[in-house]
T-cell receptor
Framework: EAGVVQSPRYKIIEKKQPVAFWCNPI?????LYWYLQNLGQGPELLIR????????DSQLPKDRFSAERLKGVDSTLKIQPAELGDSAVYLC??????????????FGEGSRLTVL | QKEVEQNSGPLSVPEGAIASLNCTYS??????FFWYRQYSGKSPELIMS????GDKEDGRFTAQLNKASQYVSLLIRDSQPSDSATYLC???????????FGSGTQLTVLP
């Protein structure tokens, strides 16, 4: 079974530039998460999707971040414009519907963003 | 007060020893508890889950939960250098709220 696939793995951009990250979850996993992880910290939730519906986006900085999950499968997270403080690893995770209640998440390898 | 607290470490143990990792949480109504392992430069991987008070064993790993004390721990027996990683405690507070991660404890097992 293929795992969660993310791209790009690494991205270096200058501040004020836009950037986008893509995630393809495990087949059949209805729930998709985008997390942000800073060095030495645990993952922090940005947004959670149930199928194509964003059910928890309270931690997403909506002035510069946006996300979509068209057709309830793969998802894109965008930052425009990027700021120096956005440098971090952006993790995508997926789970089955029961996983929502159990916390059994499957993570992709992450996209490491460096903003210069 | 952070919702999920862990000692950041680093924690060093010799090979073959028992490593003990601890986690406390603030929401008394929390329903389920998880330990994720994260190797340097890699993504978190679920290694243990526990839902009721007491111990749960899986191979060399034992998770312990005490809801009255709001405390969950992970014991690694016969620690190996390959166990060297950051261990993240995660708590599901229930009521459809988000899973919350601690900041992790970095474990080093010395050969």
């Amino acid at each position: 079974e293929a795992g969660v696939v993310q791209s790009p793995r690494y991205k270096i951009i200058e501040k004020k530039q836009p950037v986008a990250f893509w995630c393809n979850p495990i087949s059949g996993h209805n729930t998709l998460y985008w997390y942000l992880q800073n060095l030495g910290q645990g993952p922090e939730l940005l947004i959670r999707y149930e199928n194509e519906e964003a059910v928890d986006d309270s931690q997403l900085p909506k002035d510069r971040f946006s996300a979509e999950r068209l057709k309830g499968v793969d998802s894109t997270l965008k930052i425009q414009p990027a700021e120096l403080g956005d440098s971090a690893v952006y993790l995508c995770a997926s789970s089955t519907r029961t996983g929502v209640n159990t916390g059994e998440l499957f993570f992709g390898e992450g996209s490491r963003l460096t903003v210069l | 007060q952070k919702e999920v607290e862990q000692n950041s470490g680093p924690l060093s143990v010799p090979e073959g020893a028992i490593a003990s990792l601890n986690c406390t949480y603030s929401d008394r109504g929390s329903q389920s508890f998880f330990w994720y392992r994260q190797y340097s430069g890699k993504s978190p991987e679920l290694i243990m889950s526990i839902y009721s008070n007491g111990d749960k064993e899986d191979g060399r790993f034992t998770a312990q939960l005490n809801k009255a004390s709001q405390y969950v721990s992970l014991l690694i027996r016969d620690s190996q250098p390959s166990d060297s990683a950051t261990y993240l405690c995660a708590v599901n507070p229930g009521s459809a709220r988000q899973l919350t991660f601690g900041s992790g404890t970095q474990l080093t097992v010395l050969p």
